[in-house]
């Protein structure tokens, strides 16, 4: 099985390689689309491990602790109980095996068991198929549509907007 731990300042090499990779950031963080040296990286990845209202956590392969991406929750409210939903698959190889489902299930529990969140939200980009198949997998459900959202290759697509509640999570839990 799939494991997640905190990330360490030493994983940071991993994101060089990654952020570089246009497929593999095509439907992530727009800011990854300016990121191209290795400073830009490096203050970025400082910034998020040091920032308070985020969990960000390692993608690791349990056989060898190598690090294959990374997932999350950002902007944790802890008036609102909510947050959102984020995942990276850097290692491309380990793509369409049932990763991303595992792990958004393992961060789920995480930031309803731990945080004692309510509402863990997401936005996946129209065109990302095999992420909105592993978001609802895991039991997020669509609520939404930001029309025309985002800009990738030169087109705009909508971004779909999903939620599961620790009510919904608890119910498919058990």
């Given at each position: 099985?799939?494991t997640?731990?905190?990330?360490?300042?030493?994983?940071?090499?991993?994101?060089?390689?990654?952020?570089?990779d246009?497929?593999?950031?095509?439907?992530?963080?727009?800011?990854?689309?300016?990121m191209?040296?290795?400073?830009?990286?490096?203050?970025?990845?400082?910034?998020?491990?040091?920032d308070q209202?985020s969990?960000?956590?390692?993608i690791?392969?349990?056989?060898?602790?190598?690090?294959?991406?990374?997932?999350?929750?950002?902007?944790?409210?802890?008036?609102n109980?909510?947050?959102?939903?984020?995942?990276?698959?850097?290692?491309?190889?380990h793509?369409?095996?049932?990763?991303?489902?595992?792990?958004?299930?393992q961060?789920?529990?995480?930031?309803?068991?731990?945080?004692?969140?309510?509402?863990?939200?997401?936005?996946?980009?129209?065109?990302?198929?095999?992420?909105?198949k592993?978001?609802?997998?895991?039991?997020?459900?669509e609520?939404?549509?930001?029309?025309?959202?985002?800009?990738?290759?030169?087109?705009?697509h909508?971004?779909?907007?999903m939620?599961?509640?620790?009510?919904?999570w608890?119910?498919?839990?058990?």
């Amino acid at each position: 099985m799939i494991t997640v731990a905190p990330l360490q300042q030493e994983h940071v090499a991993s994101f060089y390689r990654w952020i570089r990779d246009p497929e593999v950031i095509e439907y992530s963080l727009s800011a990854f689309q300016r990121m191209h040296t290795d400073e830009q990286i490096r203050q970025w990845y400082a910034a998020t491990l040091q920032d308070q209202k985020s969990l960000n956590l390692g993608i690791f392969l349990p056989d060898t602790n190598e690090l294959i991406g990374y997932a999350g929750l950002s902007g944790i409210s802890a008036i609102n109980q909510s947050a959102e939903y984020f995942i990276l698959i850097g290692q491309k190889d380990h793509w369409g095996r049932g990763i991303g489902t595992a792990v958004t299930r393992q961060v789920l529990a995480v930031g309803f068991s731990v945080w004692q969140l309510n509402r863990i939200m997401l936005t996946v980009s129209e065109t990302n198929i095999g992420g909105w198949k592993a978001y609802a997998k895991a039991g997020f459900v669509e609520e939404g549509r930001m029309r025309q959202a985002c800009k990738r290759n030169g087109l705009f697509h909508d971004k779909i907007i999903m939620s599961v509640l620790k009510a919904e999570w608890e119910r498919a839990a058990h």
